[in-house]
């Protein structure tokens, strides 16, 4: 059962008599399955889709019950472009972020005249949804998409010699940054189609959290005395 068969079926019940015990059956296993699948708080929105808000007199039911059946196919309409949940858990924040959102948003406010840094910020941003869906393989690309898009700001134009040339402590975890994410990268890039295949994990790619928001920092900071 999905969205789209319940829409169908409730076009076909628009012209059910209103007393049928395949309309109430219809709601049910409707309620169920947004139960189900979405936060709780859309099934109250369904039942007021449904509800017919008032007594009806003679000779209204019909038209009554056909308003209330489109207003329940627009709302199921609708709630194809919301998240669904898992284990009451929204799925697109099941894993929380891989960049701190404070960092992301202190990225957002920099305001430079030398660098326009929108496509950076949308890696971040594609990097975190990625992150939270389980999406490890787009995160190990745009790991290495920020690496090679950022060292002009720097004043370089490799990450190699950005890390040649950070400070002491800040370059031992970029130096760790550059060396084992890209060849990860690479791997899920580069190799071959095979007979068996293996998918990068969450272990593969949580190391690198750390390193990856120290190196945003300093994006921050650099940009911030421009």
Known sequence: MNIDQLIEEASKLKNTDYSSPRIEMWKKRTKEFVKLHYDPEYVNILEDALSWGRVIVPGEGPSMHL?????????????KHEPKISNNKIDSSENGEFLDKNTLLELKSIKSEKFDTKKLLKFCEELNDSYSRENYLSCTLLIRAVLNHIPP??????FSQV???????????LSQLGQSSRPIADLHTHILI?????????????????????????????????
Do not use: C
Request: hydrophobic share 35%.
């Open 67 to 79: 308003e209330a059946m489109n207003r329940a196919i627009e709302f199921l309409d609708n709630l």
């Open 153 to 158: 700001i720097f004043g370089h134009t490799s």
């Open 163 to 173: 890390v040649a040339h950070s400070g002491k402590s800040i370059k031992k975890v």
């Open 194 to 226: 095979r007979k068996k295949e293996q998918l990068p994990s969450k272990h593969q790619i949580e190391p690198y959290k750390p390193s990856f928001e120290i190196l945003i920092q300093e994006i921050i900071n650099t940009l911030s005395i421009d």
